[in-house]
């Protein structure tokens, strides 16, 4: 039976609920969002005059969280015009327009008795074959559809999203006691290929995968905090990034989730789990239940364990309860890690430290080992379902297991034994089969270990996917230190920014033009993508700094020649390019996105030309393109100085998508030839798709532009008194007025006397030009070096 999801109906408006509404609209899905009527009215609807009977006031409480929601930072929405495709009810006047959805979930208070009255009313109304789950976070599945009707059972399960629902890929499917396997099938699929998210089938035991092992981790730390007495920040610089964490690391992860939220999870956990080994981890320290009684919550009641006093953050002292100044963390052993790129990389030293750092990552590793292996099979009975519950809810760039095989897993055997823990058998049976590690790549494919074969399987679900790391090894065709060239098959080739932070270097752009070079003499195309957290931060601003300090003008005229070079033989090349842009794609990125003959951007993609923010304009070729594309959008009768101040506009604020569909509104994108992937893990497959396809319709190599118009002084003249006018009213800077009229000269083609057609060459002239002009500026180069040194821009 094909199903197919056209419209979604939501009950609970709560932050979940209006969550998922909102990532269901995001994709492009009709959405029905409901919540409860309002028992009484508030004191602004008695002044208007309005009754219980009001449908303002009955649908009062789902309009008001779905307003909310729309309103928060991040945003849930991609795009805010995608709101419209929610529609708001209550569950008294509008239960029964859920006949029409093809998907009904629950996303209602943590109640059973609460839950099981909502199903017996969505039932009253549900047609048959109708798709109805369970946002819970831990209630257990197979007590909710008790007394329902058997055809509800069989289409029934839990659908776990993670808060926030737009942001964090994890999407567990707990099945119920008659799910049928068409709906989970289904529904990991619906997960993977259309919600973006990385479906994981769970057991229904308590807190299902993720929040298990999550919960037990951060419990963890609670308890050797005080045993190893760390203070939080040391925790948090412990458990951070080094270790390819988020930035909020612990403590402060616990703040923005609400420590609340934490606590009702473990306590669930305490009650739910007698006979964990780990069972009296889960109660909570004394220190907890005092931060619970001082309603110290987090970011929700102002303080947690940090507090913002004026422009300072204070720390929590886990002695003495009371907050101190933050204190700077430092431990040798991290200092050892710093040459080494990826995280991966560097578990096999920290567990070697031999100071306090050291021994706090052998007993938490240790730890989590040991716990993991003793979940296996009693949440899952797939060990890499673990791995992917924890990188997509938590945040983690490498699982509890993909860990320890980088540690070496008789050395984690050893580490856990040390505190007096115990692995799982199947461990020593692993390794007693040849098994030495949990994960191999075999044929570009990820393989893990199967309890039940003793031998690697494939793990499922990689057909639709590229995964890089697993195929550079074998298909690598070239390389230097800051890219390589890896064959996609068919005839496609990759180029990979393998940079720091993945900023556009020499070697990155002697890699793109290499690629180019092969492709045209033995391949059909080329994808420009990466896998790293971010696509591009840009160019080298550091080379830039250098070379303007030392007054090396024709080095950096060459450098930035180098550069335009490079995008326009991307835009000119005999085979198509396609370039594959996610996370922040930022300057230069930004420039080489321009340029390509297809674009398929990740939705995650914060696209954007920043220069101004480091004093100069769009040296790349971008300057240029946002002029010819301005151009191209001049219609007859049209108001052309409004459409080029558009552009203009979009260069001068360093305006920055938060999401790749409001890129198409500032111009970066183009609709009808680009195109977004919600899951960015199929992203480079889709990319290298295109690029086939472009080459199989008989790609033909295209014909630099010389029809460009450019208004001249018509359009100089305009920009010229907004400037003056943003300068007089101390809206900007004069260094910024400086900027913004180099980028005003470029984009209005100089200081022509009537509008004229020039080619892009003459539009690169006066970029490059421009850009020059401002490396020679003192304040320019104070930003560059603020930029550099404190990581955010200077306003001088």
């Given at each position: 039976?094909?199903?197919?999801?056209k419209k979604?109906a939501?009950?609970?408006?709560?932050i979940?609920g209006?969550?998922?509404?909102?990532?269901?609209?995001n994709?492009?899905?009709?959405?029905l969002l409901?919540d409860?009527?309002?028992k009484?009215?508030?004191?602004?609807?008695t002044?208007?005059g309005?009754?219980?009977?009001?449908k303002?006031?009955?649908?009062?409480?789902v309009?008001?969280h779905l307003?909310n929601a729309l309103?928060?930072?991040?945003?849930?929405?991609?795009?805010q015009?995608?709101?419209?495709?929610?529609?708001?009810g209550?569950?008294t006047d509008d239960?029964?327009k859920?006949?029409?959805?093809?998907w009904i979930?629950?996303?209602?208070?943590?109640?059973?008795?609460?839950k099981?009255?909502?199903?017996?009313?969505?039932?009253?109304?549900?047609?048959?074959?109708?798709?109805?789950?369970?946002?819970t976070s831990?209630?257990p599945?197979?007590?909710?559809?008790e007394?329902?009707?058997?055809d509800?059972?069989q289409?029934?399960?839990?659908?776990?999203f993670?808060?926030?629902?737009?942001?964090?890929k994890?999407?567990e499917?707990i099945?119920?006691?008659?799910?049928s396997?068409e709906?989970?099938?289904?529904?990991?699929?619906?997960?993977?290929?259309?919600?973006?998210?990385?479906?994981?089938?769970?057991?229904?035991t308590?807190?299902?995968i993720?929040?298990?092992?999550?919960?037990?981790?951060?419990?963890?730390l609670?308890?050797?905090?005080k045993?190893?007495?760390?203070?939080i920040?040391?925790?948090?610089?412990?458990?951070g990034?080094v270790?390819?964490r988020p930035?909020?690391?612990?403590?402060?992860t616990v703040?923005?989730?609400?420590?609340?939220?934490?606590?009702?999870?473990a306590?669930g956990?305490?009650?739910g789990?007698?006979?964990d080994?780990a069972?009296?981890?889960?109660?909570l320290?004394?220190?907890?239940?005092?931060m619970?009684?001082?309603?110290w919550?987090g970011?929700?009641?102002?303080?947690?364990f940090?507090?913002?006093?004026?422009k300072d953050i204070?720390?929590l002292d886990?002695?003495?309860l009371?907050?101190r100044p933050n204190?700077?963390?430092?431990?040798?052993t991290?200092?050892?890690?710093k040459?080494?790129?990826?995280?991966i990389?560097?578990?096999?030293?920290?567990?070697?430290?031999?100071?306090?750092?050291?021994?706090?990552?052998?007993k938490s590793?240790?730890?989590?080992?040991?716990?993991?292996?003793?979940?296996?099979?009693e949440?899952?009975?797939?060990l890499?379902k673990?791995?992917d519950?924890m990188k997509?809810?938590?945040?983690w760039?490498?699982?509890?297991?993909?860990?320890?095989?980088?540690?070496?897993v008789?050395k984690g055997?050893?580490?856990l034994q040390?505190?007096?823990?115990?692995a799982?058998?199947?461990?020593?049976d692993?390794l007693a089969?040849?098994?030495k590690t949990?994960?191999?790549v075999?044929d570009?494919?990820?393989h893990?270990?199967?309890?039940?074969?003793?031998s690697?399987?494939?793990?499922?679900?990689?057909d639709?996917?590229i995964?890089l790391?697993?195929?550079?090894e074998n298909?690598?065709?070239?390389?230097n230190?800051?890219?390589?060239?890896?064959?996609l098959?068919d005839?496609?080739?990759n180029?990979?920014?393998q940079?720091?932070m993945?900023?556009i270097?020499?070697?990155?752009l002697?890699?793109?033009?290499k690629?180019?070079?092969?492709a045209?003499k033995e391949?059909?195309g080329?994808?420009?993508g990466?896998?790293?957290?971010n696509?591009?931060?840009?160019?080298?601003?550091?080379?830039?700094f250098?070379?303007a300090?030392?007054?090396?003008y024709?080095?950096?005229?060459m450098?930035?020649?180098?550069?335009?070079?490079?995008?326009?033989?991307?835009?000119?090349?005999?085979?198509?390019v396609?370039?594959?842009?996610h996370?922040?794609t930022?300057?230069?990125?930004?420039e080489?996105?321009?340029?390509?003959?297809k674009?398929?951007?990740?939705?995650?993609?914060?696209?954007?030309?920043v220069?101004?923010?480091?004093?100069?304009?769009?040296g790349?070729?971008?300057?240029?393109?946002?002029?010819?594309r301005?151009?191209?959008q001049?219609?007859?009768?049209?108001?052309?100085?409004?459409?080029?101040?558009?552009?203009?506009?979009?260069?001068?604020?360093?305006?920055?998508?938060t999401?790749a569909y409001?890129?198409?509104?500032?111009?970066?994108?183009?609709?009808g030839?680009?195109?977004v992937v919600?899951?960015r893990?199929?992203?480079?497959?889709?990319?290298k798709?295109?690029a086939?396809?472009?080459?199989?319709?008989?790609y033909?190599q295209?014909?630099?532009?010389?029809?460009?118009?450019?208004l001249?002084?018509q359009?100089l003249?305009?920009?010229y008194?907004g400037t003056?006018?943003?300068t007089?009213?101390?809206?900007i800077?004069?260094?910024?007025?400086?900027?913004?009229?180099?980028?005003?000269?470029v984009?209005?083609?100089?200081?022509?006397?009537?509008?004229?057609?020039?080619?892009?060459?003459?539009?690169?002239?006066?970029e490059?030009?421009?850009?020059?002009?401002?490396?020679?500026?003192?304040?320019?180069l104070?930003r560059i070096?603020?930029?550099?040194?404190?990581?955010k821009p200077?306003?001088?």
């Amino acid at each position: 039976m094909k199903r197919t999801i056209k419209k979604v109906a939501v009950i609970g408006s709560g932050i979940m609920g209006s969550g998922i509404a909102c990532h269901f609209a995001n994709i492009g899905v009709e959405v029905l969002l409901l919540d409860i009527v309002p028992k009484e009215l508030t004191e602004a609807e008695t002044k208007k005059g309005l009754t219980l009977e009001s449908k303002a006031v009955r649908n009062r409480i789902v309009n008001d969280h779905l307003a909310n929601a729309l309103k928060s930072k991040p945003s849930p929405i991609y795009h805010q015009k995608f709101a419209s495709r929610i529609a708001t009810g209550n569950t008294t006047d509008d239960l029964a327009k859920i006949a029409d959805a093809d998907w009904i979930i629950e996303v209602v208070v943590e109640r059973l008795d609460i839950k099981k009255s909502v199903f017996e009313q969505i039932e009253k109304y549900r047609k048959p074959g109708t798709l109805i789950t369970s946002n819970t976070s831990g209630i257990p599945i197979h007590f909710m559809s008790e007394g329902r009707s058997e055809d509800f059972q069989q289409h029934f399960c839990g659908t776990h999203f993670f808060n926030p629902a737009r942001y964090l890929k994890l999407f567990e499917i707990i099945p119920g006691p008659k799910t049928s396997r068409e709906v989970l099938d289904f529904l990991n699929n619906y997960g993977e290929q259309y919600l973006g998210k990385t479906s994981v089938v769970a057991k229904d035991t308590p807190a299902f995968i993720g929040n298990r092992i999550g919960i037990f981790g951060i419990q963890s730390l609670f308890h050797l905090v005080k045993q190893m007495d760390l203070t939080i920040e040391e925790v948090d610089k412990l458990t951070g990034p080094v270790i390819g964490r988020p930035k909020s690391a612990t403590f402060r992860t616990v703040d923005v989730v609400g420590l609340d939220t934490l606590v009702h999870v473990a306590n669930g956990l305490y009650e739910g789990v007698p006979n964990d080994e780990a069972h009296e981890l889960f109660k909570l320290p004394d220190f907890i239940g005092k931060m619970l009684e001082n309603k110290w919550l987090g970011s929700k009641t102002g303080q947690g364990f940090y507090k913002k006093v004026d422009k300072d953050i204070l720390s929590l002292d886990l002695n003495t309860l009371e907050y101190r100044p933050n204190k700077k963390a430092s431990f040798a052993t991290l200092e050892l890690t710093k040459t080494i790129d990826k995280p991966i990389d560097r578990f096999k030293v920290l567990v070697g430290g031999k100071d306090k750092a050291g021994e706090f990552y052998r007993k938490s590793f240790g730890a989590m080992f040991a716990y993991v292996s003793n979940r296996v099979p009693e949440i899952t009975d797939d060990l890499y379902k673990i791995d992917d519950a924890m990188k997509a809810g938590f945040g983690w760039e490498n699982g509890p297991f993909e860990i320890w095989d980088a540690v070496g897993v008789e050395k984690g055997i050893e580490l856990l034994q040390a505190e007096g823990l115990t692995a799982a058998p199947w461990v020593n049976d692993m390794l007693a089969s040849g098994n030495k590690t949990f994960y191999t790549v075999k044929d570009g494919a990820s393989h893990y270990y199967d309890i039940a074969s003793k031998s690697q399987q494939k793990v499922p679900g990689q057909d639709a996917f590229i995964i890089l790391n697993n195929i550079r090894e074998n298909k690598k065709i070239w390389n230097n230190a800051g890219a390589s060239i890896t064959h996609l098959g068919d005839g496609i080739l990759n180029l990979e920014f393998q940079s720091k932070m993945n900023v556009i270097s020499g070697d990155v752009l002697m890699g793109i033009n290499k690629a180019i070079d092969l492709a045209e003499k033995e391949y059909e195309g080329l994808v420009i993508g990466n896998q790293g957290a971010n696509f591009s931060v840009g160019a080298n601003i550091g080379m830039i700094f250098m070379m303007a300090v030392e007054q090396e003008y024709d080095e950096l005229n060459m450098a930035i020649k180098a550069f335009q070079n490079t995008v326009m033989r991307c835009r000119y090349s005999s085979i198509p390019v396609v370039v594959a842009p996610h996370g922040m794609t930022l300057g230069g990125g930004c420039e080489i996105s321009l340029h390509a003959d297809k674009v398929v951007a990740a939705a995650e993609s914060y696209i954007g030309l920043v220069e101004f923010g480091v004093g100069v304009i769009p040296g790349g070729g971008g300057s240029k393109e946002m002029t010819l594309r301005a151009a191209d959008q001049f219609h007859k009768n049209d108001v052309e100085l409004n459409v080029l101040q558009e552009y203009f506009l979009a260069v001068a604020m360093a305006k920055v998508s938060t999401s790749a569909y409001e890129a198409f509104d500032t111009g970066i994108l183009q609709p009808g030839k680009d195109i977004v992937v919600v899951n960015r893990d199929r992203q480079i497959a889709e990319a290298k798709k295109q690029a086939l396809l472009l080459a199989e319709a008989g790609y033909t190599q295209p014909i630099q532009r010389k029809d460009i118009k450019v208004l001249g002084k018509q359009a100089l003249g305009m920009f010229y008194v907004g400037t003056d006018q943003m300068t007089a009213g101390h809206f900007i800077s004069d260094h910024d007025k400086k900027i913004a009229n180099k980028l005003a000269y470029v984009m209005a083609g100089g200081d022509l006397s009537e509008p004229t057609f020039v080619s892009e060459q003459y539009l690169l002239d006066l970029e490059r030009e421009a850009f020059l002009s401002l490396c020679t500026e003192r304040k320019t180069l104070e930003r560059i070096q603020f930029m550099l040194t404190k990581g955010k821009p200077l306003r001088n």
